[in-house]
Structure formats: C-alpha cells, structure tokens
C-alpha cells in the first residue's frame, strides 16, 4: 500500500508547530517573555559577526560527529558511544603535539600528524565497541555508554594526572600548546578556523557521496534494513559493521582534534562538550539522510550558541536550546509513530 | 465437554483458510484431525483455543452458544491447547510456571501447588520434580508439565499440536498411554498430526483437511490408503520428464549428520550430478529444512562431509559456497531474500558485485531493464521491492541469481504463487538445469515434488529416505512415507 | 581510622545509595516486563528539580516526593506510549527524554536554583539505634532510607513470592505465553513501564530534599546517576535484591575513592568512580559468551577436564536478560 506523499511533511509541519507550542508554554510557566528568548536567541546567533562565527566554530564538530553518525545509523547502529570517541580524539591528538612540541618537527606537520593521530585515537575507541558487539555480543548502547565513562575518566585522569599543570592541577586542562600549534585562525582573537570549516563540509559531502552513490554505501543499506538477506546475497555483514564504526570513530576523532587544535588549544575536561548526544539528535531529525544534515546542524548550533546569552540577558537558563532542540526531536519521532499507526490502520493489506 | 465447530470460516487476504468447516466431537473420545501443509489444521485450531477470532461460523460447547475472545477465555471455559512449542517460562521453576496466569491470592502458596503437582503427575507416571526449572527439560518433559498444567486449572478439553515432533519413543508411548487415559475419564481430545501411524494407533475417529475444507471423516479400522487421498488428493496424469543429459557430480553429502533443536538427521547420503532435480518431500519441521541449509554452509553439520564439485567444504562459510557457484533462495522472500526499501535496480547492483568504487546507475538502470524484461518481472527499476506481488517477488530473487551456477538450492519455490507464476519459475528453473545447474528444492506440494524431479527424498521425523526415482513413483505411495508409513523396507535394505 | 568514623562513613554510604536504589530497581521493574527505559538520566534530574519546586511551593517535604513521583512516571509514560502503542524505537524515544529532561531541568530550575529549601530529617528509630554496630548503621537515618529498605524487600517479595510479579516475569519473559495465559501484555507494559519511573522519580527529590540540599543546577551531582542505574540493573542481573547490592556497591566504591584520594594520591579516584560501566560491560559479556558460536567451537577443542570447568563457569556466571526485553508484541 503506497502512502500518500503528501502526509509526511503534514505530520512533520505538525510536529515543528507542537514543539514550537510546547517550548513557548514552558517559557510561559517561568514568567519569560517568548517572544523575547527567541529575539535574544535570534541574535545571539547571528547577531554579530563575532556570534556568527561562534556558530561555525561548534557547527564543525557537530557536522563531523553526524556524518560519521549518518554511516553507523545506515547500517543499524546506535553508537551512544560517540561522545568517548571524540573524547578519545581529543586525548591522542594532545599527545601527539605534547610529543612534538619543542621538538625539530615543523609545527605544520606536528598539527597535521596530531589530527591524524586524533583520527586513529577515534577509531580505535569505536572499533573498541565494535569488536565488544561483534565477538562478545554486548548491545553497542551499553558498551558505547560503558566506554564513555572510560573515555572520561582517562581524560580527567590525565589532566588532574601526567598532564597536569605544573603546581596545582586545574579543572581548565592541560597547558595551552603554543601559538605555533594552533590550526590557523581568521585573526588572533578568535577561535574560528575556516580549515575546519572546510574539512566539515568535506566530511559531510564525503559521507552523501558514500551512501548514495558507492557499492560500499548500498551494502551498508542491504545490512541495516535486513542484515539476514544481505549476509545471504554475499555481503560479510560482521566486516560492514566494523567498517562502520571505524569510519564514525575516524570523524569523531577528527572532531575532537579539531577541539583541540582549533578551539581550546589544550585538553579539558568537558572536551566532547555534548556535541556527540547532540549529532545523535541531529541524526534523528534528518531521518539518517545526509543531505538536509549539514542545515540542521548549522541550526542547531545556533540555538546553542545563540543561546548563551539568555543567561546574561533575560536571566534565563542556556539550556533553552537543549529544550528546543530536544522537543523537535521527540514531536518528530511521535509524529512518525501516529502516522504509520494511521497508515496501518487506514490501509488495506494487498 | 461436546465440542461443535459450526461453518468456521476464516480468511486472510487473498487465502480461505477455513472455507466453512464443520466438526463435532464428544467428550471421552478422541479425534485425530489429519491434513497437509497449509490445510487449515492450525488455523482451526487457533480458532477453537482463542488465539484467533473466526470471520463466520459458531463453537458450540455443551450445546451453548460460545464467543472465545482469547487463549484465557477458552481455558476458563476448558479448552486447553498444548502447542508444539510449549508456552512455558524457561527460567522458571516448574511450580512457578503453573502457577502463572491462575486466579487466586496475592501470594500463592507454593508449598500446596507443588504438593498438588507431586500428586498429579504421579497419577500419570510423570518424573517432574516442581523445583526443578523448565529450560532444563526435554521437549517430552515440557510438554507432560504443559499437560499437567492444563488439567490443573481444569481443562475438559485438550487440543494437542503435532506432539510427537521431537519427543523420544517411550516418551511418546507414555503420552499416548495418558491420552488414552485422560480421554477414558471424560476428556475431549483434538490430536492434531500428519503422522499416519499416530493417528491411527490412537484415534476413535480421524478428519482430513484440505485447502480449508473438511475432505471427509474415517472411523477405524482405518485405510490408510484413503486417508492420504483425502490429504493430498488424487493421482494427476504427469507430463512426461525431459531426459537432460547428466554431467559430473555437483553435491557431495557422505555420512553427514545434523543436529537441531528437535531433531537428529544421522548418516545421510547423496550424490547430485549436474543438472539433475532433487525433490526434498516431508511435512515441515522434518529435517528437509536444515539439510538444505548444510548444502550451503547456513548449518554446521555434526558429523559426516559435504564436498562441492570434488572440494571439501564441510567447514566453510556460506560466502565459500556461493563463491564456489551454489545459490540458496530462503522461503521467507521479504524476510531473508530481499532488502525492504531497496529498489528491484539496487538489489541487482548488490547482486552483481563491485565493479569499483563508484556505483554507475545509467548503466545499472539498463541491466536492470533488461533482466526484469528477461523474468517478467511486474514491476520497473525504481520498485521497492516490498512493494512486489509475491510472484514477482520470486522472479526477482531467480533473477538476482549469477549466471553460471552449479547448484541452486531452494526452499519452497512456489510457495503462494497462482499457477501462471509457478509454471514460469520452473520454466527457467529448467533452463538453468540445461546449462548443468543442479537443484535441489523443497516443497509441501506433492504435485511439485512430481512433476519436476528427477529422484524424490523423502523426510520424516529426522529419518531421511534413499533418493526415489520420480517416475515410479506416485501421489499415494509419496503421501505414505510422508505420513510415516512403509519406511520399514529402508531400514530392512540398509541392515541387509 | 577509628571504628566510629569508619560506620559513620558507612552509614553514610547506605544513605547515599538511596537514590542509587531508588532508580535501579525502578529500571529493573520497567525492564523486567520488557521496556527499557534509557531517559531515567533526564527523568531524576527532572523529578530532583520539580520535587524541589513543589516542596518549596507548599513547604511540604511530602509533596515534593509526590511530585517527584509524579513527574518519573509521566515521563516514564511517554517512553511507554511511544514504544507499546506507537511501537517506535524504545532507544530512539528513551535517548531523546534523557537529553530534554535534563535541559528542562536546568531551564525551569533556574529561577530557583540555590535557595534553601525544606529538607528532611534523620529519624533514628528509638529503640533499634541501640543496637551496637548494626543500630547506628541501620537505624539512625531519614524516612527515605528507610524507604529504601522496605523498597528492596518489597520488590524482592512481589517479583518472587506474588501472582502479579510471576506475570510481570513472563511478559517480560515471553510475552505470546503470557498472553495465552491472559495477560493483558500491552496494559501491564505501560503499567510497569510507568511504575518504575515513579520509582525511579523518587531518586531525585532524594538529592534535592536530602542528600545536596536545594537545587543546584549543573553541579548538582546528579547528573549520570541515571545512565548508573542502567548500569547497575544490567550488573545486577534484573532481580531486586542483587541490583540493590550493585548499588550499595557502587556506592561504597564512590566513598572508597574519596577516602584513599586523601591517603593514596597516586591512585585515580576516577578508576572508582566508573566502576560500574566495565563491570557492566563484563556481565554483558559473560551474558552472550554462553551462547557465542566461536565460544563454542574454542570449547569443543579444548580437552575434556578444562572444557567441563569453564562450561560449569560459564552457566554460573551466566545473567540472563529477559528474553523480551526491547521487542514490540503483537498479538498474532
């Protein structure tokens, strides 16, 4: 039975408008002007050009950590483990520039061989998962969670540990890494990278050109929708969840290379900053589909940077965003159940 | 309790599975209800134990009108279904189990339950200790617990489901024993089977069905040549078989020896030549099933070899197989065979290979055209393949087969299909045999089985008969090993 | 250390364990009937900042536990909504809750973050704190520790000993069979999905009540001690009484890595901290070794002595999820 294609923006429009109502009805029961947090988040995020590139400087991890998220969902993963695997990132490519630095190398190789390391640190977190689902069967939501709180606990370990600052170990990281060190920046003040940029957009488009037009991307497919008929017609599926996790772990690490290199310039404890749960939302609202992920992304990185000024402005809490963007989320997943509840039902069977 | 069926009928989409059936049984008797795959046995009995409302059509029990809503009302009202796989609570300890579902106080008292049951299964000569848990009894065990568990919340009437499939003979001998006992205090008993000698050893009276219909009711002593014409109908005149010239030996299985859940195969042997037609007859859950998968490297056999083309593959993986030209097409289309939400030309493309990194749709588009042309296939490039009737369904995974095989397995080619599609996926399943292509394949249509084989295996209970030449052999004498019966002559030839 | 501060210190373990037990053994009781319930991070910090709201409100420290309650089991209600009757991803749903709640949490506690509130307080039962080391212990601390006891054998006594709780094992278990024996599977799902969350629910106002005075928003400590509570129904095999041990566990093991971080500095005490996760991760494993292929055939090679013995390991580590859990039911 074909459903009308009509009715799936329908229910989503519905679902935007529910959000919408539900977020302002929250805003209302504090006593806080709606109209105002939007305005004040509006601006916030594109109010300035400083905001503005604030908002490309968090749209780059979140990007990277949702395409890698888009290949571990097309072949039936949740890889909750995410937010370990740029932790994880973070953690090699800071020791690989610790090595490096004051060394002969010339910084610009130190950077790129550092993202690489962060790269490999990634995807050695994740195959960590994998390899825990594939030969010891563990659900890869309970041994990406698992290994999350590993992942931190490495990283706090660190910087409160071997990488400590020199007298009082400090809950700002390890020791800044020299200007030398740092991914090129638009000027001396700001944070923002136009490089990191790039390799997001990159990543994204890497990520659309691999499951739409590849044989690999297809196969992903075949064993995400039916991992029985695709082992069936030749596919080693055991092999396509491996890659999967590897090529997601590879993004996450360059995320949290990219942190540290670009951004913070050093390790700190909250170094994945939630950017992975928030690729996981991200994921879920595209319908694992690349191509409107990198809009979305760019949105919901405005709502969060847009938002950090409620608290300074309108008294208000910066977890707004996370409001907003959370019940988008939850009334679009709703709307899909009811509609294909409606659809079954409606329907008649050939 | 007297059970009425009146004019139950039951449909689901294009298939009758009751067309109007119409049974009465009494109590302190036994009915034995005999049919083939797809009958209607299960569906009935579905009905009559509550796990399925009829479209049409009354139960009446002791001449009062019944509505029986669900598996619980039907047990309030005595009719009590033991499944082939019983429905108990492997972690559970048995007391527990029985407990479960029955009315009573907040804390049940255990200590009075097991104490009942202690007594109860004495009664009957059963050995279940109540502390004991069910994931450690055998088949026969759960379903004596099952048994028990019914006539503890006062079960009048007890439907049994094939419950000879995987129990040991004095197993078996001592559940008759209990049938018979149970039904000589008053019971009524539905014993549900396709065992021929079963049926007749235990019934007082014994209904076929066939294609939804009640085919007729036999009183003993039975004939068992009647009752398998009531199954499975009467003979068809055959058309001739096509003499393909046979080549060199495709499939090997020597002394292979399986094991599943409910049964053992022990020492089968068989030897496939190239474009030769093995029919793999029997009722479903008789072994066929597995033994296809082994030839494919879906089950590990226990024991014994299988060789492809002279090489040893007994230990390779099902990639092994098909790199060394064997195809095996699953039952379950949409389930195992095909990708819900990929396209007929993206299902192609997966089957075809890589031909490096990037995929060239122009040209996939275009050789998916022509192999949907070349099948027949209802259906254009971009159709999703759920989308597919379940005819086109089939061409589709014939066609997402490699051209030069050596052997294609497949399990029930024709399930579903109208007779047009069936005649078609067996025309090409022919050209394929011309080329050299070997096939085995397994069906519950004995005129399937008949019509296009060239030797027949029959399978029963784990025993596998010697492959059969096709051409002597007829719908009666197919039906009669089905059932169980005159398998003595092969075990006669092997002691000999 | 002396023997005083050392029950002291364990005294104070069980106390900070409340919500630890609060929240696993309300996860057990969703996941024994078949429904993961992945938001119970967002659920407490959401039930810990509304139960405080409402105790501030009607300066009623009862009130604020309802309400906490209240609040787990509406949550809880989604989840069960989405995934029984819409039969949408249960990880899906329960993810995204975990995330909102929490943020809800932050958002609407705002304006009342840091002020002093009503809170709870020690009750020592008269008698029984009398008691040489166990009364101490046991006996002098507040009504919700004492709940929390009375919780774990309540739980234990009704999963084990009563009608309802063997039905809750088989909907959980296999649902077709329990509902051939007349379990309404759909009804009860949602029932025990939504009991567990009030349970759950309770956790919160724990803290804000009791334990962290208030509500403090991001350094309240809370946030984690759901995804812990999953970890630890996991480690504790689903049953009420080994999930509560898990918990006091856990709970020792924070105590233990706050008081060697002050005699051994060389030790992390976040090795501690995270205990639960791989220990979870461990059971996970020796779950599905039992029954992995390549376990197997590694097993049939070894030579008779040594394969008996870790057969014999292996089923008695053996943790059995139920056999349902995550999976929809349809009726036919």
Request: positive net charge; aromatic residues 8%; hydrophobic residues 50%.
């Given at each position: 039975?074909?459903?009308?294609?009509?009715?799936?923006?329908?229910?989503?429009?519905?679902?935007?408008?529910?959000?919408?109502?539900?977020?302002?009805?929250?805003?209302?029961?504090?006593?806080?002007?709606?109209?105002?947090?939007?305005?004040?988040?509006?601006?916030?995020?594109?109010?300035?050009?400083?905001?503005?590139?604030?908002?490309?400087?968090?749209?780059?991890?979140?990007?990277?950590?949702?395409?890698?998220?888009?290949?571990?969902?097309?072949?039936?993963?949740?890889?909750?483990?995410?937010?370990?695997?740029?932790?994880?990132?973070?953690?090699?490519?800071?020791?690989?520039?610790?090595?490096?630095?004051?060394?002969?190398?010339?910084?610009?190789?130190?950077?790129?061989?550092?993202?690489?390391?962060?790269?490999?640190?990634?995807?050695?977190?994740?195959?960590?998962?994998?390899?825990?689902?594939?030969?010891?069967?563990?659900?890869?939501?309970?041994?990406?969670?698992?290994?999350?709180?590993?992942?931190?606990?490495?990283?706090?370990?660190?910087?409160?540990?071997?990488?400590?600052?020199?007298?009082?170990?400090?809950?700002?990281?390890?020791?800044?890494?020299?200007?030398?060190?740092?991914?090129?920046?638009?000027?001396?003040?700001?944070?923002?990278?136009?490089?990191?940029?790039?390799?997001?957009?990159?990543?994204?488009?890497?990520?659309?050109?691999?499951?739409?037009?590849?044989?690999?991307?297809?196969r992903l497919k075949a064993v995400g929708r039916n991992s029985r008929a695709a082992y069936l017609l030749g596919i080693p599926t055991w092999q396509y969840t491996m890659v999967s996790f590897a090529i997601c772990g590879l993004f996450a690490g360059l995320a949290g290379a990219i942190q540290v290199t670009a951004v913070y310039h050093r390790l700190i404890p909250s170094i994945s900053s939630g950017y992975g749960y928030l690729g996981l939302m991200v994921s879920m609202l595209v319908n694992y589909s690349a191509a409107l992920a990198a809009p979305v992304a760019l949105f919901f990185a405005a709502l969060n940077v847009g938002s950090i000024q409620l608290p300074i402005i309108l008294k208000m809490d910066s977890s707004l965003a996370g409001v907003l963007q959370g019940t988008l989320v939850l009334f679009v997943l709703l709307a899909e159940g009811v509609r294909s509840r409606v659809m079954k039902k409606g329907g008649s069977r050939p | 309790m007297l059970i009425e069926l009146r004019d139950i009928c039951k449909t689901f989409g294009p298939v009758r599975a009751n067309a109007g059936i119409s049974i009465e049984v009494a109590s302190a008797s036994i009915l034995g209800i005999l049919g083939e795959n797809g009958a209607g046995k299960s569906t009935l009995m579905k009905i009559l134990s509550g796990f399925q409302l009829p479209d049409s059509g009354s139960i009446i029990l002791d001449g009062e009108a019944a509505t029986i809503r669900s598996p619980a009302d039907a047990l309030a009202r005595g009719i009590g279904m033991l499944h082939q796989d019983p429905l108990d609570f492997p972690p559970l300890r048995l007391v527990d189990d029985i407990i479960l579902g029955s009315k009573g106080r907040l804390r049940p008292d255990r200590r009075r339950t097991a104490k009942e049951f202690r007594e109860l299964a004495s009664r009957f000569e059963f050995d279940l200790d109540p502390e004991a848990y069910v994931d450690a009894l055998t088949v026969g065990e759960r379903q004596q617990l099952e048994i028990l568990r019914l006539l503890w919340l006062g079960a009048r009437a007890l439907i049994l489901d094939e419950p000879t499939t995987g129990i040991s003979l004095p197993q078996k001998e001592k559940l008759f024993a209990t049938i018979r006992r149970l039904a000589s205090e008053g019971m009524t008993v539905l014993f549900v089977s396709h065992k021929l000698e079963d049926v007749e050893s235990l019934c007082d009276r014994a209904v076929v069905l066939r294609q939804g219909l009640l085919a007729g009711s036999e009183v003993p002593p039975f004939d068992t040549r009647r009752l398998i014409e009531l199954m499975f109908g009467k003979e068809v005149p055959q058309s001739p078989h096509l003499r393909i010239a046979r080549g060199g030996e495709v499939l090997s299985a020597r002394g292979l020896c399986l094991d599943s859940l409910r049964l053992q195969i022990k020492d089968l042997d068989l030897s496939v030549r190239a474009g030769e037609v093995i029919g793999l007859a029997?009722?479903?859950?008789?072994?066929?099933?597995?033994?296809?998968?082994?030839?494919?490297?879906?089950?590990?056999?226990?024991?014994?070899?299988?060789?492809?083309?002279?090489?040893?593959?007994?230990?390779?993986?099902?990639?092994?197989?098909?790199?060394?030209?064997?195809?095996?097409?699953?039952?379950?289309?949409?389930?195992?065979?095909?990708?819900?939400?990929?396209?007929?030309?993206?299902?192609?493309?997966?089957?075809e290979g890589r031909r490096g990194l990037f995929i060239d749709r122009r040209s996939a588009e275009i050789k998916?055209?022509?192999?949907?042309?070349?099948?027949?296939?209802?259906?254009?490039?971009?159709?999703?393949?759920?989308?597919?009737?379940?005819?086109?369904?089939?061409?589709?995974?014939?066609?997402?087969?490699?051209?030069?095989?050596?052997?294609?397995?497949?399990?029930?080619?024709?399930?579903?299909?109208?007779?047009?599609?069936?005649i078609y996926i067996w025309s090409k399943l022919k050209e394929r045999c011309a080329q050299g292509t070997a096939i085995v394949f397994i069906s519950s249509d004995l005129d399937e089985i008949l019509q296009y084989s060239d030797r027949v295996i029959v399978f029963f209970a784990g025993k596998v008969s010697p492959p059969l030449a096709a051409e002597s052999l007829g719908v009666e004498e197919l039906g009669r090993l089905i059932g169980g019966k005159g398998w003595e002559k092969f075990e006669e030839a092997v002691r000999a | 250390m002396s023997g005083d501060i050392l029950f002291l210190g364990l005294a104070g373990v069980l106390a900070s364990a409340g919500p630890v037990v609060f929240a696993s053994i309300g996860e057990a009781i969703s996941e024994r009937a078949g429904v993961i319930n992945l938001s119970m991070n967002g659920l407490i910090l959401l039930a810990a900042m509304g139960g405080f709201a409402m105790a501030l409100a009607t300066k009623s420290v009862v009130l604020g536990f309802v309400a906490g309650a209240a609040i787990g089991g509406a949550v809880a209600g989604i989840v069960a909504f989405s995934s029984i009757t819409l039969k949408q991803s249960q990880v899906a749903v329960g993810f995204v809750l975990t995330l909102l709640c929490r943020d809800l949490s932050y958002f609407l506690g705002n304006p009342i973050m840091g002020l002093p509130g009503p809170r709870i307080s020690l009750a020592p039962i008269p008698f029984l704190d009398g008691i040489p080391v166990l009364g101490p212990l046991f006996f002098r601390q507040d009504v919700m520790t004492y709940l929390s006891f009375v919780l774990i054998a309540a739980a234990w006594l009704f999963v084990n000993r009563t009608r309802p709780g063997l039905v809750l094992r088989g909907i959980g278990e296999k649902p077709a069979a329990a509902y051939a024996r007349g379990a309404n599977v759909g009804r009860l799902r949602y029932l025990y999905t939504i009991l567990g969350g009030a349970i759950a629910g309770l956790a919160?106002?724990?803290?804000?009540?009791?334990?962290?005075?208030?509500?403090?928003?991001?350094?309240?400590?809370?946030?984690?001690?759901?995804?812990?509570?999953?970890?630890?129904?996991?480690?504790?095999?689903?049953?009420?009484?080994?999930?509560?041990?898990?918990?006091?566990?856990?709970?020792?093991?924070?105590?233990?890595?706050?008081?060697?971080?002050?005699?051994?500095?060389?030790?992390?005490?976040?090795?501690?901290?995270?205990?639960?996760?791989?220990?979870?991760?461990?059971?996970?494993?020796?779950?599905?070794?039992?029954?992995?292929?390549?376990?197997?055939?590694?097993?049939?090679?070894?030579?008779?002595?040594?394969?008996?013995?870790?057969?014999?390991?292996?089923?008695?580590?053996?943790?059995?999820?139920?056999?349902?859990?995550?999976?929809?039911?349809?009726?036919?």
């Open positions: 039975m074909r459903d009308s294609p009509g009715l799936k923006p329908l229910f989503r429009t519905a679902a935007v408008v529910l959000a919408l109502t539900l977020t302002t009805l929250v805003l209302l029961a504090t006593k806080s002007p709606p109209l105002a947090a939007y305005a004040s988040i509006a601006r916030g995020a594109v109010g300035s050009w400083s905001v503005g590139s604030d908002v490309l400087v968090a749209w780059v991890p979140l990007l990277l950590v949702t395409s890698g998220l888009l290949v571990t969902f097309t072949v039936g993963l949740w890889n909750i483990g995410i937010e370990g695997q740029i932790t994880s990132g973070a953690v090699f490519t800071t020791w690989a520039l610790r090595s490096f630095q004051g060394g002969s190398l010339d910084p610009g190789l130190a950077i790129a061989f550092a993202v690489l390391a962060g790269m490999a640190g990634g995807m050695l977190w994740a195959m960590l998962v994998g390899a825990l689902k594939t030969f010891g069967g563990v659900n890869e939501i309970f041994g990406g969670l698992g290994l999350n709180y590993v992942a931190t606990a490495v990283n706090l370990w660190l910087i409160f540990g071997p990488w400590k600052r020199p007298g009082v170990a400090s809950m700002s990281g390890t020791v800044p890494f020299g200007r030398s060190y740092w991914l090129p920046t638009v000027t001396e003040q700001s944070r923002f990278a136009p490089i990191a940029v790039v390799i997001a957009v990159v990543a994204i488009a890497v990520v659309f050109v691999l499951i739409q037009g590849t044989y690999f991307g297809l | 029997g009722m479903e859950g008789s072994g066929q099933a597995i033994f296809l998968a082994s030839c494919a490297g879906l089950a590990r056999p226990v024991a014994g070899s299988v060789r492809i083309e002279e090489r040893e593959m007994t230990r390779a993986s099902h990639h092994d197989f098909k790199r060394e030209g064997v195809a095996y097409l699953p039952a379950a289309r949409l389930e195992e065979g095909l990708v819900p939400g990929l396209t007929l030309e993206e299902h192609f493309i997966l089957a998916a055209a022509s192999r949907i042309a070349s099948y027949n296939i209802k259906g254009r490039p971009d159709s999703p393949v759920e989308e597919l009737s379940g005819g086109n369904q089939q061409r589709a995974l014939l066609a997402l087969l490699r051209d030069d095989l050596s052997l294609i397995l497949v399990e029930h080619p024709t399930r579903g299909l109208d007779i047009e599609s069936t | 919160g106002p724990i803290y804000s009540l009791s334990i962290k005075a208030g509500w403090k928003g991001t350094i309240s400590g809370l946030d984690g001690i759901g995804w812990i509570a999953l970890a630890i129904t996991i480690f504790g095999g689903w049953s009420p009484v080994k999930v509560a041990m898990g918990a006091y566990l856990f709970a020792l093991l924070q105590w233990l890595g706050l008081v060697l971080q002050a005699a051994l500095p060389g030790v992390p005490s976040q090795v501690l901290q995270v205990a639960p996760f791989p220990l979870m991760i461990l059971t996970l494993l020796f779950v599905n070794l039992g029954n992995a292929e390549w376990v197997a055939t590694a097993l049939a090679r070894l030579p008779e002595r040594p394969r008996r013995a870790l057969a014999r390991l292996l089923r008695a580590t053996n943790v059995k999820p139920p056999a349902a859990l995550g999976t929809p039911f349809e009726k036919d």
